[in-house]
């Protein structure tokens, strides 16, 4: 028991000190990546989206930006979530929608609840799902206007584009690694393992 509290110790420690160092160079891509993510996005809805008067960005792109471009390592951050997670949320969102149209208090907390549970399910759990299946209950005119091609446009070809530039940029330098690999793992963890050791 003490034993395990030592090294409970020194681990707390450990982390709490890493995330305290500051390091410029990540925040520097991972301004760039979410920059260009986001901005593409933007860029494209602006541009050539607008007389159609279709919605290609939407808030969860926001919060998976967080995720992809500041959190790579993170389980909720590799590609299979970030498609994954989204698309389940969509499809749930919309799903809820054309049964429950009209009843904000049951739509709202049953499209939530569903679109978690089936990222749990299929292992695709992306937090920022949950507000693209709130999104799709929520959102008068156009986004309840597509229907199911909501899970096509905005929201797979949104996650392509942040996919894509968050394997752009967080491959840039040595230091990034993304999609984490089970390599990549073994290989931080034998960089970090002095900490630690029993």
Aim: aromatic share 12%; net charge positive; charged share 15%.
């Amino acid at each position: 028991m003490r034993k395990a509290l030592k090294r409970t110790y020194r681990v707390s420690k450990y982390v709490i000190y890493k995330e305290t160092l500051v390091d410029y160079k990540e925040h520097f891509w991972s301004f760039l990546g979410a920059f260009f993510g986001i901005g593409i996005i933007a860029f494209l809805q602006s541009h050539y989206l607008l007389e159609q008067e279709n919605v290609f960005l939407i808030g969860s792109f926001g919060a998976s930006s967080v995720l992809i471009y500041g959190a790579v390592q993170s389980p909720l951050a590799q590609p299979r979530n970030l498609v994954g997670g989204h698309v389940i949320s969509a499809l749930v969102g919309v799903t809820v929608y054309q049964i429950v149209p009209d009843v904000l208090w049951l739509s709202a907390p049953l499209a939530v609840a569903l679109s978690i549970v089936l990222m749990q399910y299929t292992k695709t759990l992306h937090p920022p799902g949950g507000a693209t299946a709130l999104i799709a209950v929520t959102s008068p005119g156009k986004i309840s206007d597509l229907g199911y091609w909501y899970a096509l446009s905005p929201v797979l070809s949104g996650c392509i584009i942040l996919l894509v530039t968050a394997l752009i940029f967080n491959n840039v330098t040595k230091n990034r690694s993304y999609p984490t690999s089970a390599k990549w793992k073994k290989l931080l963890h034998k960089k970090h393992k002095h900490p630690l050791k029993n």
